[in-house]
């Protein structure tokens, strides 16, 4: 009584595009997963709307989106959220309570169960999960339910009842969905009740169909039209009892549809004697011709080769003269038309409106060519106290140092990699190569003093500072060795996510083992920051007062990932506490930005009681608007605060075998900081590129990668009692963006240690250079860099609409670039906003003392 299918859905893999392809038959777009966080009523014609034109009684149970999609249609429903992930009880229990009492009614004509359990337990513990077998057995035993009232209601000869047991996607080994891997897009198609005889699902368990297939099987199932944007094909085995004529009726209206849908893509397409709606006429000749040449000719020679052998079955069917081999010719041609029709109109979901693509590429070209020109600009202005630099663009390539043309070539080798789909899945090869060159590059320069024979060596022995170019050489050993030991922690990617990696490693090893490094992780990381911010000054008051803020934070974190886990997390006093804990960062955070430059310091001359330090003053028109010291202070302090607060809030929200990396990044970011603060102040843009490149390098590194089904769904419901679209939604973008934005952050730090530079070599510096070099290259670069990326990626997009994985490989990229850029300037408003905040506040601080004095 049963056959099953595995039913290959389209990516994007997520909820609501799902539901719309098994009801209208018709493939969505990825601009769809924005849609399944709101879900907006569905507009176009449908197997609901189709059934609610005739008079049936609908009833729904589970997920919400079936509300949103289709309001007004059901006559009882109770919706319950399919986004609260932590909820794998409760959600499942609020639809089987009312199974039995509507098993019993009479009073619908279609129910619909939409069960939510399973696929939240796959984003908490994965396919392995040790929930996983007592929730399938669970389902056995609803279905088992419903079967058995379906029984007893057929020998009551009170009508026969189908079920139609589906998934809407398949799942990762991690429980995440989205993208288009096997995993992913395997759904199951179970139809009970369509036979008399025994089960043919052992028959049927290599047959593969396409989900969108589901929406005209049904409808011709149940004597509804097939809705009109449906490109999928009827299941043939669905209507084995029918007889001949009727079969091939089926596949006549299924013809005939797509047909309809082939015109309005092709306007003025018109296949020679199209048969009208009453039928075909009597007589037509049996004339099948090879059918060759464009596409559109094939397919009106195919449809016409389908219609002439029906015509002539019917033809000899009146005359008694027909043979099962004309009904098998038949079938074949249809099939053979249908098949081609179908993949031909799923193409052709993909083609867009050229015209306003490539103005939308114009205006994006233009941003990037000002962006580009800014940066050029300020490259080749004349540095404060410096001589003018040599290294200028336009008087060419061999006057560039290595380090830039790298840049250059970086930049050259991310926008030929976009045009392969290979490249694209394996994005963080380049990345991770990138920045070991990078890295490499540094040394070379770190060391290049020392080299033997060099002059420059000796005086710089002389001089003492060996020192500094010890903690140079250092610091990129030390960003060596933290990035190769990313680079091993996931195997990320799209097809090797197979092969053995630190973090399989440490989950196979027990999960005891993965919380006792998530526990040291965390201590390590609060122990890091409050040295790095000490080490600025214990002294100072508003030093220890900032200290003892994060430092709470930072033992209510480790706290609750003691006492919390995956399976309990989902607890009231667990929300409850990781609201506590998003209030106290977020009031130390906000707290320390605002109230530090106001509290901070100032330094006025002969103040100072250490005749060594000196303070380069901030001038503008020629008058003393504030000190330089009193600025990298600031920044710094404010800096590392938002760092502290990023990686306390990462390590609240992250998997648990991602609490290493965080703490890798956080040692990456020092390190560069402490190399950054040793090399001067000439090619600050480059220094600025690596911040960019480490950020990207680790958004990989935390198991990223360009396909949906690695983004954490899990994570965002961290502290929430009940759903909440917009909480859950900036969480998740914390969670998926959290190394890119917390390089972003460090450009402030970059800043303080920048201004220490010119502390050492300057007494007074304009404001107007303060603000080109000091704060337009780590907003510029960033912004340049992310601008050059979007055009050319989009216009990759545009030239691969027709491509083969232009749904499950460049689309969903082209999600993650657009997120990225939302990040970028996020991340670069927030750096801007800071800075010019706390000039402002220096400023006027300054001139209030001074109207005093």
């Not at 089926?250 to 709606?277: D, T």
């Amino acid at each position: 009584m049963a056959t099953g299918y595995h039913a290959k859905a389209a990516p994007p893999t997520v909820t609501m595009p799902r539901l719309k392809a098994m009801v209208s038959g018709a493939i969505g777009g990825f601009l769809d997963v924005a849609f399944n966080f709101n879900t907006q009523a569905m507009l176009d014609d449908n197997l609901l709307g189709q059934f609610f034109r005739i008079g049936w009684k609908m009833v729904m149970l589970g997920d919400e989106t079936w509300l949103k999609l289709f309001p007004g249609l059901f006559t009882r429903h109770d919706g319950v959220s399919s986004f609260y992930v932590k909820d794998t009880v409760q959600v499942d229990q609020n639809v089987s309570r009312h199974l039995e009492n509507e098993l019993n009614r009479d009073d619908w004509n279609l129910l619909i169960l939409h069960y939510l359990g399973l696929d939240h337990v796959g984003h908490i513990g994965g396919r392995n999960s040790i929930l996983m077998a007592p929730k399938l057995k669970e389902m056995d035993e609803v279905v088992k339910m419903i079967h058995l009232s379906t029984i007893q209601t057929r020998d009551n000869d009170q009508g026969k009842t189908l079920l139609v047991v589906v998934s809407d996607h398949g799942m990762t080994e991690n429980g995440n969905h989205g993208g288009s891997s096997y995993e992913e897009t395997d759904s199951l198609a179970l139809f009970v009740g369509l036979k008399n005889d025994l089960s043919d699902y052992a028959a049927s368990s290599c047959n593969s169909i396409y989900q969108v297939d589901i929406a005209p099987t049904l409808a011709l199932l149940f004597g509804v039209p097939i809705p009109k944007n449906n490109v999928g094909v009827l299941i043939s085995e669905a209507f084995d009892l029918l007889t001949d004529d009727k079969q091939l009726r089926v596949l006549e209206l299924n013809s005939w549809q797509l047909l309809r849908l082939i015109q309005a893509q092709l306007p003025g397409l018109s296949c020679r004697n199209l048969p009208s709606h009453d039928g075909f006429t009597d007589g037509l000749a049996s004339t099948i011709v090879e059918c060759s040449g464009s596409m559109e000719k094939m397919l009106c020679c195919l449809y016409m080769n389908a219609i002439n052998l029906h015509s002539s079955w019917k033809s000899k069917s009146l005359s008694r003269s027909k043979s099962r081999d004309d009904y098998s010719c038949t079938v074949a041609a249809y099939h053979q038309f249908l098949k081609t029709a179908s993949e031909w109109l799923s193409r052709r979901v993909t083609d867009k409106p050229v015209g306003l693509l490539a103005f939308g590429i114009v205006a994006m070209t233009i941003s990037s060519l000002t962006l580009l020109g800014l940066m050029i600009f300020m490259s080749t202005e004349d540095q404060p106290g410096e001589n003018q630099r040599l290294c200028n663009s336009i008087t060419g390539l061999h006057k560039w140092s290595v380090n830039e043309i790298f840049l250059l070539g970086v930049m050259l080798i991310l926008v030929m990699s976009m045009a392969s789909s290979s490249m694209v899945e394996e994005e963080q090869y380049i990345w991770h190569f990138v920045l070991s060159t990078s890295y490499v590059l540094f040394l070379r320069k770190a060391v290049q003093p020392l080299a033997p024979g060099s002059a420059k060596s000796f005086f710089k022995l002389m001089k003492g500072q060996t020192e500094r170019l010890d903690f140079r050489i250092s610091s990129i050993i030390l960003l060596l060795i933290s990035g190769r030991i990313l680079r091993g922690w996931h195997q990320g990617g799209v097809n090797w996510t197979y092969l053995p990696d630190i973090s399989k490693w440490l989950e196979q090893s027990g999960v005891n083992h993965v919380r006792s490094i998530q526990l040291a992780s965390g201590l390590l990381v609060i122990s890091l920051s409050i040295f790095a911010l000490f080490v600025f000054g214990s002294r100072r008051k508003i030093t220890q007062l900032v200290g003892f803020c994060f430092l709470i934070c930072g033992f209510l974190v480790l706290w609750h990932l003691y006492h919390n886990n995956a399976f309990v997390s989902a607890s009231y006093d667990a929300a409850i506490q990781a609201q506590i804990i998003y209030a106290i960062l977020g009031i130390a955070t906000i707290g320390t930005f605002v109230a530090l430059p106001w509290f901070i310091p100032l330094w006025f001359p002969g103040t100072c009681s250490k005749p060594n330090v000196k303070s380069t003053l901030v001038t503008f028109d020629g008058q003393c608007i504030f000190s330089l010291v009193e600025f990298r202070d600031s920044s710094y302090l404010i800096g590392l605060a938002y760092i502290i607060c990023w990686c306390l809030l990462q390590l609240l929200l992250q998997q648990p075998i991602n609490s290493m990396p965080i703490l890798l990044l956080l040692v990456q970011i020092l390190s560069s900081m402490l190399y950054f603060s040793c090399s001067g102040l000439q090619h600050i843009e480059v220094e600025v590129a690596l911040l960019y490149y480490m950020g990207m390098a680790g958004h990989f590194a935390l198991g990223n990668s360009n396909t949906l089904a690695t983004i954490d769904v899990a994570g965002a419901f961290i502290g929430l009692s009940s759903h909440s679209m917009f909480l859950s939604g900036i969480l998740m973008f914390i969670i998926t963006y959290a190394s890119p934005m917390l390089f972003l952050l460090s450009m402030l730090m970059y800043i303080s240690v920048k201004s220490t530079s010119y502390l050492a070599n300057h007494q007074n510096v304009d404001s107007g250079h303060l603000a080109k070099m000091i704060l337009g290259y780590p907003c510029l670069v960033p912004l340049s860099l992310n601008s050059i990326l979007l055009t050319s990626y989009t216009i990759v997009l545009l030239l691969m609409r027709n491509h083969l994985f232009v749904w499950s490989v460049f689309s969903p990229k082209y999600l993650y670039v657009c997120a990225t850029t939302v990040c970028i300037y996020v991340g670069v408003f927030v750096v801007a906003a800071t800075e010019i905040y706390t000039c402002w506040v220096l400023a006027l601080r300054r001139k209030n003392q001074i109207s005093i004095r």
